[in-house]
């Protein structure tokens, strides 16, 4: 390794300056001693004669002493890597490949710089130059990269492998760094001693020598183990440790004494095996003596002053130690003993047990009484109150529990005694000023109190200086307390009161709206709610209105509106104004007396909403009970509304004749029974009857109650039918009939879905089929009489229906197809449903046969020939065609025209060809839109057609509405298309090309605004074209507003005509100054005076002249201010150029000057009539070793 210091001019001078001033003379800085130069042994004094022994030589003798030493930060090694150690071997070329490629990472990584040469043995020489910890980390690298690896194993006892690793691994850190090599040590969990170095052979060598030493340096240490009575070991180890610290301090020895809290009595010694005896011996000396010497008492002490005879980390325990020398032991906190022993010499235990009693008596505990809901108050904001008292007594600690109408305060008596006062005294004064109230609210409201994020807590909190409590929602507590000033409290309990007795009187309204409007009404990301809950301005804060809105795969249509029942009914009418823009929705006002209202509606609205469900869904709105209103309100489809509306009077008049109502109990299993299959049966009883009756629906708790109401004839009529038809439900009976069984099949499959549908559909009745596989024709039926009677005649009805099933074809060609089915099929399986028909769809044919095909041949004979030909009839259907429909034949028949129906149709509609691509949209966006929105398929014909028709294919009904949608569309393009040709009309200006950069402005500002004002394009000739006028300018827009913008242009024009250009002689030397920093100086000047002001480029012939552009008045104004400016400029400028005289040149200005260089007389040089000094500058004289080389370069020089 070699190190390599550069000596330049500067350092070579602070290396003089260690000189003292009798060995060396200094030129001076004027002429007269500058004549005299050096001597060549004053600049260079020689070295010292060798001493004859360096170590008694108490000074070397000679200038070099006084001489400070320089300090290489740049230092140079070499490393050599032998041809058999190289990693790299078959290159095409030095300096490329991968080789290449490590160098350059490696110094990047490190910093360091490389450069590599190549021996004639085909070894590798790198010289790396750097800092140090830079050329350590680069030779790391190098040995793992470009090196082949070695490894070799070292054994040394495990005990000693942690002195390997040293603390925190720093000295196996330093050992690779320094070996240039990975260290492997075994785990502890692993019982193996082998230690694993990778790297180098050299590297190898020197890690295990390394290894080596440590391992060998450890023999020479010892551990030994002592074993002493614990209650020995505070003597040993002296007060605070002072006494194991000495010894362990004088004999070099490790002691490891356990602490109290580990119970184990043996004592470790860690060093050199004389030392360590000395130590051993020592201890052994101090335990035996104490052993001998000592005696105990012991004394009781309460268990709550153990802690103060303890003190802080055990520091009172210490001092008694200390004073008296002898031991306390406690007895540890999860023991219920009072019991203190005292160990030591006899004469000192009383002066100790007088020091253990002064130390438990010298702290007290005392309590002051204080209401629990003050102490926070007491506590103050961030403890602030508390800080004051425990900063003045830091040794008193305040303790305050929940709950509880007290705090505790410990600490030494005086300090306790002052900061009760102080606690007591602020107490006193909170109890005065301070009061609190608790009230009782439903939890259910208390997030409305707090409001959203608090608002409207805080804000009351704010402005009464209250403390509001509001217990969490999992406590489920109505208490919310307020505590304060007591006029703050009143006022804020008032408010919070009145908060709350408004959200008792909120309520919640359901308003029905179609499922398909809820996206619409709640908007894009929710604006149209917003918009709703906005327009009541208050809402959100103290009542917190919401609407909530099923979830779309609910059937559910209700949208609730919850908050202040004026909002509410507000809100209501705002949807139901968006519903009724939506869809054709019917509302009418019948009138009512409004002292029916409530018997109308029943018992939490049965009684309305039987009949809002009978009719379809409709909503029928009741006016706020006490407003005296009769109007009721029923919305919803025109048919469905009508329908409400007569049942309603009806209901009203016989209520307002004489209402009677009684109340049935049947198994909810018989209700359908009794409804009968499309309300068939109730409906007989009713217009038999005239009694309305009402069944509970799924919401009802009791699911057996049936009200019939009316006039009591009528009810009483119902009431005996109904009681027939539920006693004969309660008659079980076991019937059975017989059914061919080809027909059972269709009864039991799909699980058995018929039998399912027979039994909810009359009383839950049951049917039993035989087992497939028996020939039995006998099906068994068990239920109430009248119900098996119904199941019989029904199943007779499907086996009548099976029997007369018929098939039948209906021909629709296979392209259709698809499009009848409908998404997932859903057209067919609505027509299977209302028809009660099976429908069966040909298998699809993939590829159709030509249409002529050529005469089969069949043995060599053409058809025809020895046999008959086969004629195929030309029109008849194809087989792919035909749709098989299935079921009783005028069923079939209506199946089939419902088919037909669905069969698209296709129309034409003409519209010009010139604006089909706006038609069509931006990549067909338009034409999706306008068959999505009339679910029609719309075919533009190819551009290169130029045909001005467009193919409408759909359903029949939807054909006129896309037809009509097309055609509004073609009116709006063209209307469009007019309104471009007026905004297409252009006009032009002639305006002198010079003054176009300022109608344009700075950055396009003026010319944008024109353009934007006016709403118009205008276009300025391109500079590069010569065959375009230069002083045109072309304006596109409405001609109105080409005209407008024009004018504008001619404004600015002729504005600009009346500008004069006067130049003004400015000295250059303050351009900078005027101008400013990135010319704002000089913007601003020209904003202030409307003026434009042009400074000289650099080379031209007058530096002085500045130009000055604009109205006479501003150009002569501004020339008035910047001439103003250059004379105050201008005498700084004097100034500064007269202080530049007595200044020292800068070392930029001095570098220009030429150096006569470092001049000494009497050199070596000069014997031989060579007066020249050496050139520091010259390679040859003074040749560079170690210099800093920019990493970029390569580090084998340039190719090639």
């Keep these: 390794m070699s190190s390599v210091a550069v000596l330049t001019q500067e350092s070579f001078a602070e290396h003089r300056s260690g000189l003292t001033q009798q060995q060396v003379k200094v030129a001076a800085l004027n002429s007269e001693e500058e004549n005299d130069p050096p001597t060549y042994k004053d600049a260079f004094p020689p070295l010292p004669e060798k001493a004859a022994c360096l170590e008694t030589a108490q000074e070397p003798a000679g200038a070099w002493s006084k001489i400070r030493p320089i300090k290489a930060s740049v230092i140079t090694q070499v490393f050599h890597v032998p041809l058999e150690e190289r990693k790299y071997k078959d ?202 010497k000592t005696t105990t008492i012991a004394v009781e002490v309460k268990k709550s002053q153990h802690k103060y005879v303890i003190g802080p980390k055990g520091n009172s325990l210490q001092e008694i130690l200390e004073k008296t020398g002898v031991s306390v032991e406690i007895p540890p906190t999860d023991s219920s003993s009072e019991t203190v022993i005292l160990r030591g010499e006899p004469e000192k235990l009383g002066q100790a047990l007088t020091e253990v009693y002064a130390k438990a008596n010298s702290f007290t505990v005392s309590s002051v009484s204080a209401p629990s809901w003050l102490h926070r108050f007491i506590i103050g904001k961030k403890g602030q109150n508390l800080a004051k008292i425990t900063q003045q007594m830091p040794k008193v600690h305040i303790e305050f529990t929940e709950g509880e109408d007290k705090i505790t305060l410990e600490g030494p008596t005086e300090d306790v005694n002052v900061a009760q006062e102080q606690i007591e005294v602020m107490v006193k004064d909170l109890i005065n000023r301070m009061d609190y109230v608790e009230i009782n609210v439903d939890h259910k409201f208390h997030r409305h109190l707090i409001g959203k994020n608090g608002a409207n807590i805080n804000r009351i909190k704010d402005q009464y200086k209250v403390s509001v409590r509001i217990p969490p929602d999992n406590e489920k507590s109505n208490l919310i307390r307020i505590e304060g000033d007591p006029q703050g409290v009143h006022q804020a309990k008032k408010e919070l009161l009145e908060l709350a007795s408004r959200m008792e009187n909120e309520r919640t309204k359901d308003l029905i709206i179609e499922q398909r409007f809820h996206r619409t009404i709640i908007g894009q990301k929710g604006e149209r709610i917003r918009e709703i809950r906005d327009k009541f301005p208050e809402i959100r804060e103290e009542s917190n209105t919401k609407i909530d809105l099923p979830a779309e795969n609910s059937n559910s249509e209700t949208i609730i509106i919850t908050g202040k029942r004026a909002n509410c009914e507000a809100a209501r009418h705002r949807i139901l104004s968006i519903q009724k823009e939506l869809a054709d929705i019917t509302e009418v006002e019948v009138s009512i007396p409004s002292k029916l209202h409530n018997s109308l509606i029943g018992a939490k609205g049965r009684f309305i909403r039987s009949i809002m469900e009978e009719c379809g869904g409709v909503h029928i709105h009741f006016p706020t009970e006490g407003s005296g209103s009769d109007t009721v309100t029923i919305r919803g489809p025109a048919q469905d509304v ?457 080379g031209a012939s007058d530096p002085n002249c500045v130009t000055v552009t604009g109205l006479p008045d501003n150009v002569e104004e501004a020339i008035d201010h910047i001439l103003n400016l250059e004379e105050e400029y201008l005498a700084d400028v004097v100034d500064n150029e007269a202080m530049q005289v007595y200044m020292k040149p800068s070392a930029h200005e001095e570098s220009k000057a030429p150096s006569k260089g470092f001049v000494v007389r009497d050199a070596p040089w000069a014997a031989g009539n060579n007066e020249k000094a050496p050139d520091m500058s010259s390679s040859e004289d003074f040749p560079s070793f170690g210099a800093q080389v920019t990493p970029k370069t390569l580090p084998w020089g340039p190719k090639r």
């Design 642 to 1098: 009508e329908k409400a509306k007569k049942q309603l009077l009806h209901l009203a008049e016989e209520k307002q004749t004489k209402s009677y109502t009684v109340d049935l109990r049947a198994k909810p299993e018989y209700h359908k029974f009794l409804i009968g299959k499309g309300g068939g049966n109730i409906r007989k009883v009713r217009d038999n009857t005239g009694a309305r009756i009402i069944f509970p629906t799924s919401e009802d708790k009791d699911q057996e109650l049936i009200t019939i109401m009316g006039t009591e004839g009528a009810v009483k009529e119902a009431q005996k039918e109904l009681e027939a038809l539920i006693k004969n439900l309660d008659n079980v009976v076991e019937d059975s009939m017989v059914v061919d069984p080809k027909h059972h099949r269709h009864f039991v499959i799909r699980r058995g879905q018929v039998l399912r549908e027979i039994a909810d559909e009359y009383g839950g009745v049951m049917v039993s089929f035989p087992r497939s596989g028996t020939q039995s024709d006998k099906v068994t039926l068990k239920g109430a009489k009248d119900c098996v009677e119904a199941a019989k005649k029904r199943i007779l009805e499907i086996i009548e229906d099976l029997e007369a099933q018929v098939t039948i074809e209906c021909t629709i060609p296979q392209k259709f197809h698809r499009s009848i089915m409908g998404p997932k099929g859903s057209r067919i399986q609505q027509i299977t449903r209302d028809y009660g028909v099976q429908i069966k769809f040909p298998d699809r044919e993939e590829n159709p046969a030509p249409a002529t095909e050529p005469a089969m041949q069949e043995n060599g004979e053409e058809n025809g020939e020895g046999k008959e030909a086969k004629e195929t009839d030309p029109t008849s259907p194809k087989k792919c065609d035909i749709i098989i429909i299935s079921g009783r034949r005028e069923k079939c028949e209506a199946a089939k025209e419902a088919l037909q129906a669905l069969v698209p149709v296709t129309t034409e509609v003409e519209v010009p060809f010139d604006l089909h691509r706006y038609i069509i949209g931006q990549k067909g966006s338009g034409i999706r839109k306008m068959m999505d929105e009339f679910e029609v398929n719309i075919q533009v014909p190819a551009p290169e057609l130029r045909s001005d028709v467009i193919s409408i294919t759909g359903l029949a009904t939807n054909l006129d509405r896309a037809k009509a949608g097309l055609l509004e569309r073609v009116k709006e393009l063209q209307a469009e298309q007019e309104d471009r040709a007026l905004r297409s009309f252009k006009l032009t200006v002639t305006v002198d090309p010079k003054y176009h950069p300022k109608i344009i402005g700075r950055k396009g500002a003026v010319i944008t605004q024109i353009r934007t004002e006016h709403e118009v394009n205008i276009q300025f000739p391109d500079k590069d074209d010569e065959n375009q006028s230069q002083d045109q300018i072309t304006i596109t827009g409405y001609e109105k507003n080409t005209e407008a913008a024009r004018d504008a242009i001619m404004k600015i024009v002729g504005e600009l005509e009346q500008m004069v250009s006067e130049d003004v002689m400015l000295d250059h030397r303050v351009h900078a100054r005027i101008i400013g920093a990135r010319g704002k100086a000089i913007r601003k000047i020209m904003d202030e005076f409307k003026v434009d002001i042009r400074f000289p480029q650099s």
């Design 91 to 292: 290159m095409n070329q030095f300096g490329e490949g991968e080789q290449a490629k490590i160098c350059l990472d490696i110094m990047q990584k490190t910093g360091a710089h490389l450069e590599l040469s190549l021996a004639k043995d085909q070894g590798l020489s790198i010289m790396v130059s750097g800092k140090l910890e830079a050329v350590m980390k680069a030779r790391k690298e190098i040995v793992a990269r470009l090196q082949t690896q070695a490894s070799a194993t070292v054994a040394i006892p495990k005990e000693h492998h942690r002195f390997v690793i040293g603390k925190n691994g720093e000295k196996l850190q330093d050992l690779e760094l320094k070996t240039a090599t990975k260290i492997q040590i075994p785990r502890p969990d692993d019982p193996s001693n082998q230690i694993k170095i990778t790297g180098t052979k050299e590297g190898i060598e020197k890690a295990r020598h390394e290894i080596l030493l440590i391992s060998a340096e450890q023999d020479k240490r010892a551990v030994e183990r002592l074993d002493v009575d614990k209650v020995y070991h505070p003597f040993i180890a002296g007060p605070f440790n002072k006494l194991v610290s000495e010894i362990m301090q004088e004999t070099g020895t490790r002691i490891n004494i356990p602490p109290p809290s580990v119970n184990k009595t043996e004592i470790v010694f860690t060093g050199e095996k004389e030392q360590l005896a000395q130590a051993v011996a020592r201890i052994k000396k101090i335990y035996e003596e104490k052993k001998k």
